[in-house]
């Protein structure tokens, strides 16, 4: 498209003063002026444990912004999890401090922590410790997933769309990315026609924590 014509046309149709009015940002095509976080300045969020789920609830379009950006900034912290990670040729364990009727083939055993630990026979010292990321010697990546729920109109959710962008403001072609245990990306949410549209989005950051050869698809790497 020659961007010269299409503006010189809609100066033609509308004027060649920008109409700022909410209800005619979308016709006219000034969408600059409309009120919401754009990719340039867009709102930020910062995370440090993981897994964890942002949801984003509310309407883009018609008499207001057309787009709606968010910056998420990972910091993430390797000493504190939300939830057991399995390690290979490891597997998470619940301790509870009583046993239910249904676990009754389970013998009780007796936990001491400020006994001094030593290798008894061919038994080894058990280290039980709290949630925390498996050890990744070389660069950790985190999954982040972005699912678009339905609002209960199929003609107002094909109208409204979702995407990833990568640290350099281009867009992602998946709804899973991996980045970087201490790095950033945008979520971009866009109304592609003139009405008021709501949306119901999803953005689950660290359901996965793996190294980059533990990653099968490799494109889903964010690319710099």
Known sequence: MDVT???????????????????GLAASKSLNYADGPSIIRPAHQELSVIPYTFNYQSE?????????????????????????????????????????????????????????????????????????????????????????????NQFNDKWVDVRLYTKSREEHPYDRMWVKEKDFFYLGIHARNTRRLPFNVACIIG???????????KDEIMRR
Do not use: M
């Not at 299409?6 to 909410?22: L, M, V």
């Open 60 to 152: 883009v379009g018609l008499f207001g912004a057309e787009n709606y950006f968010s910056k998420i900034q990972l910091n993430i912290e390797r000493s504190l999890a939300g939830i057991c990670f399995e390690e290979p040729g490891w597997e998470c364990a619940i301790i509870k401090e009583q046993l239910a009727p249904e676990e009754t083939y389970w013998e009780a055993a007796i936990v001491d922590y400020a006994f001094p630990c030593s290798t008894t026979n061919t038994y080894e010292c058990a280290k039980i410790k709290e949630n925390e990321l498996p050890q990744i010697s070389g660069d950790a990546y985190v999954s982040v997933d972005l699912i678009k729920y339905a609002t209960g």
């Open 5 to 23: 014509q299409e503006i010189q046309r809609n100066h033609i149709i509308y004027g060649a003063s920008d109409y700022t009015a909410p209800s």
């Open 207 to 217: 359901a996965e924590y793996a190294d980059y050869n533990a990653i099968s698809n």
